[in-house]
């Protein structure tokens, strides 16, 4: 699973204070323990969050130093507490952070422009970057591995928020899907085996260079632009079939065999392995779906149709027993929402084709079959939809919003816990701020620690 905890700003703010400081005399804000704030560390992620118009809650010469200093805090407890970092997990999201970086950009020689310093470089800095992030996140869980909310906790909770500070709470539905994947005709898959292996021959061969193929007709859009290239990946990262080929593979100048995956038929170049993590190209080519076997499909969803809405069988019947969803269909076909792991969706969280289906239907119908993509494996798909149920747009209630009153009650303890733990920490770790930056209201009660060397 890859780290979601820092967000493009921070990275860029970090990088680009690593540079400043190459042609910046260093002036100290603020010491931690050991460790000095730098002016410029502050001046700069200011600086980057003018330009990303990202609003700071108060003065952004004390909230940013401030912050900095409790990742500090953060830091020093996981050098106490000997955090190791899981080096794959970094690593793959360093490289997804630099193939970012590539696509806005749009070279790897407009990024080595953008942030002076070659990639080999700016790989280190960030990887120093998620590493301490890593670090900070892990004492912080560790911290509040055990908050969990009774629904006691949650009614008490609830019963202390402002009526006028209430979430608003958009509109949500609850929806069923039945999805059928049109057969693909055994000569349709034989061609792209074929254009594969003519692919792999040409390389074999040296006739041609795979970063050459992969751009002209691979059919992964993240990866073509690049020739193919993944950059380095942990094996629990990549689809299990993919990973263990490009794992087996230990000729560079050679091409794998062919390789099935939920995601069509690749063939594989490795570029380095390093540990447990590999650097691959490679060329995707999905088979196509015809017009017939996309209105056979359609035809027979349109006639599982007919019989639900005659009462021969439920929707969750047939869910169960011809979709081939795997998410839904053990669940009597109900969509499961992955960013709060609950039934409930907002619109915008639905898939394209589901969510403008859903948009015009009364709770209880059943959309006529349609097309869609599937978000997972960008295959054509046949689906229908049941809406079971609407909430219409609301101020947050306890029975209706039970789940999220109950994120809300654990974030809020949470938040505690690590208050308190700060404000403790505080007391064992040496604080001095220069004159000039303590007119500050701070969060934290920084200046009755504040002594001189």
Not at 14 to 20: D, E, F, G, I, N
Not at 254 to 272: A, K, M, P, W, Y
């Amino acid at each position: 699973m890859k780290l979601r905890f820092l967000n493009v700003l921070m990275l860029i703010a970090v990088v680009a204070t690593a540079m400043a400081q190459n042609n910046v005399a260093e002036e100290v804000a603020w010491v931690i323990g050991d460790e000095p704030i730098f002016k410029s560390d502050i001046e700069e992620q200011y600086q980057q969050a003018l330009y990303e118009r990202v609003a700071i809650d108060g003065n952004p010469y004390c909230v940013i130093p401030e912050q900095m200093a409790v990742d500090k805090l953060f830091l020093d407890q996981a050098r106490i507490d000997t955090v190791e970092v899981q080096s794959s997990t970094i690593s793959a999201e360093v490289e997804s952070r630099i193939n970012f970086f590539i696509a806005n950009l749009g070279s790897k020689e407009k990024v080595e422009e953008y942030f002076r310093m070659p990639l080999p470089r700016l790989r280190e800095k960030l990887n120093e970057v998620y590493s301490d992030q890593y670090c900070i996140q892990q004492v912080q869980s560790e911290l509040t591995k055990n908050v969990k909310a009774t629904p006691a906790d949650v009614r008490k909770y609830f019963n202390t928020l402002p009526k006028d500070s209430l979430p608003y709470i958009p509109m949500q539905v609850e929806t069923q899907i039945i999805t059928i994947n049109p057969v693909i005709p055994q000569q349709e898959i034989d061609e792209v085996k074929a254009r594969l292996r003519d692919y792999a021959q040409q390389v074999n061969s040296g006739e041609r260079e795979f970063s050459t193929l992969a751009i002209l007709y691979s059919q992964d859009q993240s990866t073509a632009v690049y020739g193919g290239e993944t950059g380095f990946q942990s094996r629990s990262v990549l689809l299990p079939e993919y990973a263990n080929a490009a794992f087996n593979l230990n000729d560079s100048k050679r091409v794998s065999n062919i390789v099935e995956t939920d995601d069509g038929f690749h063939i594989i170049q490795l570029i380095e392995k390093r540990g447990d993590r590999v650097n691959t190209r490679h060329i995707l080519l999905r088979p196509k779906v015809s017009d017939k076997d996309l209105t056979d499909a359609l035809t027979r969803l349109d006639s599982v149709r007919s019989d639900i809405i005659a009462g021969k069988h439920t929707f969750e019947e047939m869910a169960m027993y011809i979709s081939q969803d795997k998410d839904s269909r053990n669940n009597n076909g109900n969509m499961l929402n992955e960013k709060n792991h609950s039934s409930r969706f907002e619109m915008a969280d639905l898939p394209a084709e589901v969510g403008k289906k859903v948009s015009l239907m009364k709770p209880g119908e059943i959309s006529e079959p349609f097309v869609m993509i599937n978000p997972k494996t960008r295959r054509e798909q046949v689906a229908m939809v049941k809406l079971v149920k609407r909430v219409d747009g609301h101020k947050a209630d306890l029975a209706e919003d039970y789940m999220i009153i109950k994120e809300m009650c654990e974030a809020a303890a949470k938040e505690q816990i690590i208050h308190d733990w700060v404000v403790q920490k505080q007391k064992s770790v040496y604080v001095y701020i220069e004159e000039g930056w303590r007119n500050c209201d701070f969060k934290y009660d920084w200046l009755k620690k504040d002594t001189p060397k």
